[in-house]
């Protein structure tokens, strides 16, 4: 399993963009990207998943450099209510015996 | 995505007693998976649970003090057993999602006194 490192906490102003960086050095040719979001007192929360290059929703853009050994999760234009962890995740989907190991998250504080 | 409903969503437990959490899926899934969360860390899995076989262990977890049932495709449970107040966390399932990666409930936060 893919073990991933990134940033334990960072800060941020209403308004601005805020980037994340993780590294997963040893991905495997098979695993995907998914970053996650966690409120206190709640499960962790889908934000987005990616393979490779550029993906977008409505909330957030995935960059995974050609590599794949590290993604940068970008959020544009930060709320208070974006203060959160944010966990990097790397494996395979919908594969047997796959399972979801969570790294130490990065904790985002946006400030007024 | 799949819709997970756990309970109770919290406890006050006594020391040496059990608590049986439940989760129950809108959906059938194939793995469900249990989490611990101890105050202000990152989630650990505790184990695997597939319908119709035994829970599969991580590391530092074992059946007699984590049980899990797994009855048919949308529902388990999880025991914690002859508990301690270093028992005390938030415990969540998860599934996997076909879409969204994976679905996890609210938790339940258990306080062992």
């Known amino acids: 399993l893919a073990k991933t490192t990134q940033p334990i906490s960072m800060d941020s102003y209403e308004g601005q963009e805020v980037n994340i960086t993780c590294s997963h050095n040893?991905?495997?040719?098979?695993?995907?990207i998914t970053w996650y979001q966690q409120f206190p007192s709640q499960g962790p929360r889908f934000i987005i998943q990616g393979y490779k290059t550029k993906v977008t929703n409505e909330v957030a853009s995935l960059f995974i450099p050609a590599d794949r050994k590290s993604s940068t999760l970008s959020l544009p234009r930060v709320s208070l209510s974006d203060t959160a962890v944010y966990y990097c995740l790397v494996g395979g989907p919908n594969t047997g015996g796959f399972k979801t190991i969570f790294g130490a998250g990065t904790r985002l504080f946006v400030k007024a | 995505s799949a819709v997970i409903s756990q309970k109770p969503s919290r406890d006050i437990c006594q020391r040496g007693t059990s608590l049986t959490i439940q989760c129950q899926v809108d959906?059938?899934?194939?793995?469900m998976f249990w989490y611990r969360q101890q105050p202000g860390q990152s989630l650990t899995l505790i184990a695997t649970a597939n319908q119709g076989s035994e829970a599969t262990y991580e590391s530092g977890f074992v059946i007699d003090k984590f049980p899990i049932s797994r009855p048919n495709l949308t529902f388990s449970t999880l025991t914690v057993s002859n508990m301690s107040p270093e028992d005390s966390s938030i415990y969540l399932c998860s599934v996997e999602d076909r879409f969204y990666g994976y679905t996890f409930g609210s938790g339940t936060r258990l306080t062992v006194v």
């Open positions: 040893n991905i495997a040719t098979n695993d995907y």
């Open positions: 959906s059938q899934v194939t793995m």
